[in-house]
């Protein structure tokens, strides 16, 4: 009995304690269940207040924008018109949101406070803010996290957003993005040769903008069917800061049209061949590494693609623009001359012989920095490439030689030192050593030794009774030799894009063209000077043309849906272009007018430019400077120092550089000055300022009879290294490349695009009942909008 009782009584602690353990089980599991509900609860609430207050603003944004329009009632319930609303919302307590940040540009965070116009951020950084509204604005909680591929997909469109979608589609190396028909690429700084391959060509092939993932591809695919289609050439505009990434993008474009456009030819040299053969020739005499770009284009370029009526192309042109011609002579670290100078350095020996080469560091031209050689590339091999992409665009082996053999010169120029001669003022040259450099530089030139030490040292003046023979001094002398290895590797430049050119032949009879613009981006240093200036000025015309554009495709957009939109406004950069290029009275025509008077100096010229422009809105004097001014550009001001823009303006040949070459018994040398020019200083006055805004205008004339597709290339940091994204500097880009406006222009009527089951599923849950039985989404927004909206009325 005993026995029984105990293992009864076991039987039963087991019991209790199995029941107790499983009570406490159940209780874990329903409390946890519990408070999950509440969580989600609580999210609910939360999320319905937001659309609340999200839908509120669509609502008086609709209002607000059909009172201006004044359309008439009944057009108040047309849900096409309703879904493309502004969306900016009215904040609260508990809404997420984008503050602006002195260190991040914009930082994520919570609203804790109200109070009027200021908001308290609690920001995920744990410090917390007061802000005014404007600085405030709402995050999207339901984003996807890997980024929308189309801005205008956003549910707000504003810059925080913007710039948040930017980087987690970087942060997956999703490096290309739209804004519209706009292309936002931002540089990998790693290779990621699985986007460019046959493979990725073939799919881009005929298929729709916006089907597949944003690409260069997809844009030059546009381009080239909206040609064929419609017969209208059409532009790509590729714009960006120096190590962007334009050339890279300009590059993949060409590739794909050649793609879509080459000809299977058995033997001989394509002209999509010999296009993008141009590119290694041109990068090895215009690239150098500077500080921002170990490959970077001293030079603009527009290339432009002609097709025959079935889509082949036909013929090319290369147009380029003002090459950095100061860095022949001065180079500063860690910066590089232009590339071929080291490939030559490098070259096979017998090369480096022939043309009494060596080490680059012995070469004044070279050694004023210290970066002789770059990271990953291997000079002599890019002296090989280049000799044989110099094969496949049409130069001659004769005129090869004859091209490195100026190359050649010029560095042997650069080591030519002066000292004073024996009349007063006069220069020799220093010592035996600078007397080889001499000997070796005429040589290679071919021409008179006698003959080019006279062109450095001495100047002849002509005036009505008698010829004088002027003696340079040291100093002159130096600028004088500098001033020949300028010009002639620019006219060597030149001559290549003419041999290019000339070689891939244009098809006089093309029905239609591609035009792809590689060309630097604004720029604003500590010291801006003459080149800043006209890289400016391009970027001035280029935002007016872009604005133009960007506004015409909205207004364009608007038409299509029937929507009033007569009363947006974008800002015009008019005045400024007017400042800079006016004639008479603008900025380059003062400064034709300084070069052209002997006695101009840059203090008289910076004086005329401050009585003439003083009360001009866009133009001020800095106020500790006598020379500088400063110009108030679209994307921001930039003060430019006036010390050399006389010099830099000039653009002649002196007579005595002139004669010289002239007289080389080499044709190759003496055709890098044709005859016309000889009586130079007597013809009329020529300056590159002029010059490049004839060009410029020439360009923009092209442009504007094309049809423009844009890429707007970023640089997510200055290391040039992979994975890093800065805000604030990405976002100053999107601000100067425009993105930002066209982002503005979008906003000024009614940017966000929402299709209708978007927004029924976005904002169902304030009106759940109203969508029962309505298969019609058309139907369902309408109930949707109509049911808040008389709501909202018995409310008041
Ligand atoms: N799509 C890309 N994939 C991989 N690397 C890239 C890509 N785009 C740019 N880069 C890298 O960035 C570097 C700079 O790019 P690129 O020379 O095209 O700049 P850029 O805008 O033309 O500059 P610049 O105005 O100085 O000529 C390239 O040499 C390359 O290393």
Not at 37 to 66: G, T
Not at 321 to 340: A, K, M
Not at 456 to 463: A, G, H, S
Not at 485 to 490: L, P
Request: proline residues 3%; contains cysteine.
């Amino acid at each position: 009995i005993w026995e029984g009782r105990r293992k009864e009584e076991e039987r039963r602690e087991k019991t209790k304690k199995a029941q107790k353990a499983l009570l406490c089980q159940l209780n874990q599991i329903d409390f946890s269940i519990f408070q999950r509900k509440i969580e989600l609860e609580n999210q609910q609430l939360v999320l319905k207040r937001q659309k609340e207050a999200e839908f509120v603003v669509y609502r008086s944004d609709f209002e607000r924008n059909e009172s201006e329009a004044d359309r008439d009632a009944a057009e108040v319930s047309d849900p096409v018109k309703l879904l493309k609303m502004a969306a900016s919302v009215s904040l609260g307590v508990g809404s997420l949101v984008w503050a602006e940040d002195s260190d991040t540009a914009w930082i994520d965070g919570e609203v804790v406070a109200v109070n009027g116009e200021s908001i308290k951020v609690l920001c995920t950084s744990g410090k917390t803010v007061v802000l005014k509204a404007s600085n405030v604005y709402p995050k999207d909680t339901e984003a996807p996290p890997c980024g929308v591929d189309d801005m205008t997909k956003l549910a707000y469109l504003h810059e925080p957003g913007v710039l948040h979608n930017l980087r987690c589609r970087y942060d997956i190396n999703e490096i290309y993005t739209y804004t519209g028909n706009i292309l936002i690429a931002v540089n990998p700084f790693r290779k990621l040769p699985h986007l460019y391959d046959n493979h990725m060509m073939a799919q881009y092939k005929g298929a729709a903008f916006g089907e597949l993932s944003p690409h260069p591809f997809a844009v030059a695919d546009a381009a080239y069917r909206q040609m064929i289609n419609e017969g209208i050439s059409q532009s790509i505009l590729v714009s960006g800061e120096s190590g962007a990434g334009k050339t890279e993008s300009t590059k993949l474009l060409m590739q794909y049209l050649a793609y879509m456009g080459g000809r299977a030819v058995a033997e001989g040299r394509t002209v999509e061949q010999q296009v993008l053969e141009s590119n290694p020739v041109l990068e090895a005499f215009g690239n150098a590494k500077t500080v921002r770009n170990n490959n970077s284009s001293r030079f603009g370029k527009f290339v432009e693609i002609q097709f025959d009526q079935r889509g082949k192309i036909s013929g090319a042109a290369i147009r380029t623009y003002l090459l950095e011609r100061s860095r022949v002579c001065q180079v500063s670290d860690p910066e590089r001359n232009y590339h071929c100078f080291y490939m030559l350095c490098a070259a096979p020996s017998e090369d480096v012989q022939r043309y009494k080469l060596g080490n680059p560091r012995t070469f004044h031209y070279l050694n004023q920095s210290n970066c002789y050689e770059l990271d990953g590339v291997d000079d002599t091999k890019e002296y090989i490439a280049t000799r044989r992409a110099m094969d496949v665009v049409g130069i001659s082996s004769e005129e090869q030689d004859a091209i490195f053999r100026v190359v050649a010169a010029i560095l042997h120029l650069g080591n030519i030192k002066f000292a004073k001669g024996k009349e007063m003022d006069s220069s020799v040259p220093k010592d035996e050593k600078s007397w080889f450099h001499l000997r070796t530089a005429a040589e290679l030139f071919m021409c008179d030794a006698k003959a080019l030490e006279d062109s450095l040292c001495k100047r002849v003046i002509v005036t009505r009774d008698e010829t004088i023979t002027k003696w340079l001094d040291p100093e002159s002398a130096a600028i004088s030799r500098d001033a020949l290895a300028k010009v002639v590797y620019s006219r060597l430049f030149d001559w290549l894009v003419d041999k290019i050119n000339s070689s891939i032949g244009q098809d006089p009879n093309s029905k239609f063209l591609i035009g792809v613009l590689d060309i630097y981006g604004f720029e604003s240093f500590k010291t801006n000077s003459f080149e800043q200036f006209c890289i400016n000025l391009t970027n001035e015309k280029l935002q007016q043309h872009f604005n133009q554009h960007v506004f015409k495709m909205e207004q364009e957009e608007y038409t299509k849906e029937e929507i009033n939109w007569s009363y947006i406004e974008f800002i015009d950069n008019q005045d400024v272009l007017d400042l800079i290029e006016k004639k008479p009275g603008g900025i380059i025509a003062l400064l034709d007018e300084a070069c052209m008077f002997p006695r101009s100096t840059h203090e008289t010229f910076a004086q005329k430019l401050y009585q003439t422009f003083k009360n001009h809105k866009r133009f001020s004097k800095p106020k500790l400077s006598r020379s500088d001014f400063t110009i108030c550009h679209y994307a921001g001001d930039v003060t430019y120092q006036t010390e050399f823009f006389l010099d830099k303006n000039k653009d002649y040949v002196i007579a005595e550089h002139q004669a010289l070459l002239t007289a080389s018994n080499c044709s190759f040398v003496s055709g890098l000055v044709p005859p016309s020019e000889e009586s130079s200083k007597s013809s009329k006055f020529s300056s590159i300022g002029s010059r490049f805004k004839q060009q410029l205008q020439a360009l923009l004339e092209t442009l504007s009879s094309t049809e423009p597709h844009y890429i707007r290339c970023v640089k997510p940091n200055n290391l040039l290294k992979p994975a890093i994204f800065e805000n604030s500097n990405v976002l100053q880009q999107l601000r100067c490349g425009g993105v930002m406006e066209a982002i503005r222009i979008s906003c000024a009527g009614f940017p966000t695009r929402k299709p209708f089951y978007e927004f029924v599923d976005r904002f169902g849950i304030l009106a759940p009942e109203v969508l029962d039985g309505s298969t019609d989404e058309v139907i369902a927004c309408k109930r949707l909008l109509e049911k808040e909206r008389t709501s909202r009325i018995s409310d008041w």
